[in-house]
């Protein structure tokens, strides 16, 4: 199947848009660039303002300001129906009195398509569901109806297709194998999609590019491995996978790396690693990235950072061990060890936790934390 | 309720006792029928078949006592002479009927999609006139429609009055039917309306329908329990009324209500009365019936 009528796939722009309820701003001063045929995911917490992005993109809700461009085109001011976008609603929405056949047959009709049996087909087909068509909505399960959700937007070949979390009302089992569908479905048609979640493991497996939503605002948009490896705010480090932090001040630099005291260690990192090149700063790294040896090894790479503390707690889980360890100025670190040995500490047991400069990251202290 | 019953005790519990819990339900359930059953036997069922007898019996030579017998022929005879009053009834209801769908879609839809915290208020107005007495308010709608009154100057200044008044004419009658059965149209409209998930209705503009398409493809489907439910609470009754024919109309507007009161307490032609109430339910039943099959097979796409 390719995109053959309806609109060409586009770039979509979403340039200074904010929208406020009241005093509330739900989104604040929104710009981003949505590349032609990607996989996006708007990852972000419960009421970030995911939906009302959406909405606006979709022209069911009006922005306070900025403008919505695809392609060349403004659309701003376009009412909804004319707008070469559609939406798989987050509860699905399909129509309880119309047949799937008519449900996705919709959009098609109401564009005046004479003959819609044969792309109707092809896309109940592409979604699995032949053998549906002449159910209604209610008789279905609800990866089902998800499913004709989704094939009843992309049946109108939109020059963007907007996704609801659409996989948040499934469990756990759908969902992933939703996903996998999904995908398949995005790599067969080619058109944008913009996935909106709040999960971020479903963000990262599913998108080529994903942006970090917090409060109305992007912290940081790229594909999900530059994100994790090197994320630029505290949010962003804890939101998306787990990090651990510090909080210290630059001392110094050495060649082209940073020198941070912290609580009376030093740690370096690159400093094109680091959003501060001078100050209070946070470092980072995240728990994969830790090897945990006893106290008295000497093992550790000369050029590694290292602090020490106490295992609080081991947990066993086959391919890894998950260890807190209590560092000497009472945070507690998590560190992901594969069990490569046999050999796992204990608590109580005093350890040096040690890893690469190169794994460490340095990111503003957030206000107020 | 005997399917809740494998829920409620589990398999191993054995079967005996199970098994008599739900005969005890069941029973508990008869017995609260009983009330209910009563009540449609003394109520409605003793005097539908006693109508039905009264329908039959033949006249004696005493006037206004009459003797059992089986006289289908009072069913024609009543017919014969007052199909015009069974016409005018379901003439008068119909357009009523349409009159009230066409004003009470509108306020219903505003209600349910549009009235926000006014909500509980309107639908209080709604119902608000039930708190005055069926008969005063049809009383009232003379001194509305009267001779000398605004409305009816208004009219004759423009010359649309073919009898240069509009109390004591068909449309005085018609327009208190619409009038007092209103809020039966209005309640059920608004709760189909009020059902119907908004969500819908912005999928629909998502998928290219103008509001207009939107309206006709989601909204009117899925509004149409409550639009039947409302033209049948709303024809059924109008059908039935004589007050607003008694106190809107003249003599010559009279409808079957009018046609079966008159028999029974001015002639006391009482199988004449019991005739005319049998054809009246008939043709009702009928109506209903052919209504309700039409609308549920309708196709609405
Ligand atoms: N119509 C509205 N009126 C007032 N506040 C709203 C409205 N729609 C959304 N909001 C608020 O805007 C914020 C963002 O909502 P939403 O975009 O739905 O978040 P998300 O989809 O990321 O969970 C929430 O705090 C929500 O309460
Ligand atoms: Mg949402």
Known sequence: MTVAQGSEVQDLNLVDLVKSFGDFVAVDDLTLTIPAGSFFALLGPSGCGKTTTLRMVAGLEEPTSGRIMLGTQDITDEKPYKRQVNTVFQSYALFPHLDIFENVAFGLRRRGVKNVDAQVNDMLELVELGPMARRKPAQLSGGQQQRVAVARALINHPGVLLLDEPLGALDLKLRRQMQIELKRIQDEVGTTFVHVTHDQEEAMTMADTVAVMNKGRIEQMGPPVDIYDLPRTAFVANFLGQSNLAQGSVSGTSGDNLVVSSSGASFTLPSERSVRQDGDLLIGVRPEKLAIDAADADTVPDRHNRLSGKVTDASFTGVSTQYLVMTTWGDEWIIFEQNRSADLHQLGDEVVIHWAPEHTFGLEIPAGG | ??????????????????????????????????????????????????????????????????????????????????????????????????????????????????????????????????????????????????????????????????????????????????????????????????????????????????????????????????????????????????????????????????????????????????????????????????????AGTEDLV
């Open chain 2, 1 to 294: 309720m005997p399917s809740l019953a494998p829920t409620l005790s589990s398999p191993s519990a054995g079967a005996p006792p199970a098994a008599s819990g739900v005969r005890r339900r069941t029973r508990t359930a008869y017995l609260l029928l009983i009330p209910g059953l009563l009540w449609l036997g003394i109520f409605f069922v003793i005097p539908l078949v006693s109508l039905f007898f009264t329908s039959l019996q033949a006249p004696t030579d005493k006037a206004g006592v009459y003797q059992p017998a089986l006289q289908v022929s009072n069913y024609l005879v009543a017919l014969q002479e007052y199909w015009p009053q069974f016409i005018r009834s379901f003439v008068y209801a119909g357009i009523a009927t349409v009159l009230a769908l066409v004003i009470a879609y509108p306020l219903a839809y505003f209600i349910a999609f549009r009235a926000g915290k006014w909500k509980a208020l309107m639908l209080v107005l709604v119902v608000a006139p039930f708190f005055a007495s069926f008969l005063l308010r049809t009383y009232a709608w003379r001194t509305i429609l009267s001779d000398e009154g605004a409305i009816t100057t208004f009219f004759n200044a423009l010359h649309l009055l073919p009898q240069g008044r509009i109390l004591n004419t068909p449309i005085a009658v018609v327009l208190g039917l619409t009038y007092n059965f209103l809020p039966f149209m209005i309640l059920p409209l608004f709760a189909a309306l009020d059902k119907i998930d908004p969500r819908l209705i912005e999928a629909s503009k998502d998928l290219y329908a103008k509001p207009s398409t939107a309206f006709r493809k989601v909204i009117w489907p899925l509004s149409l329990p409550g639009v039947v439910a409302g033209t049948l609470l709303t024809f059924i009754p109008a059908a039935g009324d004589y007050i607003n024919a008694t106190l809107l109309g003249a003599p010559g507007d009279r409808m079957v209500g009018n046609a079966i009161q008159t028999n029974f307490l001015q002639f006391r032609d009482y199988p004449t009365a019991s005739a005319l109430s049998f054809i009246l339910m008939a043709i009702i039943l009928t109506l209903v019936f052919v209504y309700i099959r039409r």
